[in-house]
């Protein structure tokens, strides 16, 4: 598993405190915004709006927050959204690549914001394809499922055309390409399987080993990168040892 979704997977089970909630509502809406704007207001023929809407579901997001982001992209709720999603690359304190997708209404506050954040932690804002070559797109289903039946499941899974499974503790991680991961998520759920999370995501292609202590100041940059508002995703390449990942749980 890469770090950014054993990252990722610490997150969410330290939980969201109530003085987050808003920012990532703001986040989640800014997402079926663009959604809605890039394919269209109906779900059930634009799949980045439905996985949108199904991440707002899973984070307790009210439905009419949902209605008004998608009735502001197309004008219907105080005009069209002056939204822009960028793309930013750079380089932790270790040299591990780090992936930002931002969704943002002003690009100089929002590059202002990311560069501050690499330069504090040791880290460098990179050029434009300094590292996006090291990540492909990815489809990625997260299933927490009991150890006896995840070998069927995961050949259920290959069977509905995923490309790879992995075992982390008590999560599957089901591997697709970018196209099958609606194919693969609805025959998952049409078999009665739980899906915990279906995402489109970059995954890299391979990994940067840090040690200990640059494992935690990755961390931090990461921690610190994901909570400014403009960022929606982060990834990176590195690889955390498990000391620093259980360092990293502990902390509040």
Do not use: C
């Not at 959604?35 to 199904?54: C, H, T």
């Not at 915990?196 to 935690?216: F, G, N, Q, R, Y």
């Amino acid at each position: 598993m890469s770090g950014h979704s054993k990252w990722s997977q610490i997150k969410r089970q330290k939980g969201v405190n109530d003085a987050r909630r808003g920012q990532i509502f703001t986040k989640l809406a800014r997402e079926v915004t663009l959604a809605a704007k890039e394919g269209g207001p109906s779900p059930d023929g634009n799949v980045r709006l439905r996985l949108a809407i199904q991440k707002a579901k899973e984070n307790s997001m009210p439905m009419e927050n949902v209605e008004r982001a998608i009735k502001r992209a197309t004008g219907g709720d105080g005009g069209a959204a002056q939204l822009l999603e960028i793309t930013y690359e750079g380089y932790g304190p270790g040299g591990a690549a780090i992936l930002l997708q931002a969704v943002t209404d002003n690009k100089n506050r929002t590059t202002s914001d990311v560069r501050s954040a690499f330069t504090r932690a040791g880290g460098t804002l990179g050029a434009t394809g300094a590292v996006s070559w090291v990540f492909e797109p990815k489809g990625i289903i997260t299933i927490e499922a009991d150890k006896q039946i995840r070998e069927d499941i995961a050949l259920q899974a290959i069977d509905a055309g995923a490309d790879d499974v992995k075992l982390e503790e008590e999560l599957m991680e089901i591997y697709t390409s970018a196209n099958n991961l609606e194919k693969v998520r609805q025959a998952l759920v049409g078999k009665g399987i739980r899906v915990t999370e279906a995402e489109l995501s970059m995954v890299p292609k391979s990994t940067t080993a840090l040690d200990a202590k640059t494992a935690e100041q990755t961390l931090k940059l990461m921690d610190r990168l994901e909570e400014l508002d403009d960022i929606h995703r982060v990834y990176t390449n590195a690889e955390f040892p498990n000391e620093a990942l259980e360092s990293y749980r502990r902390q509040g």
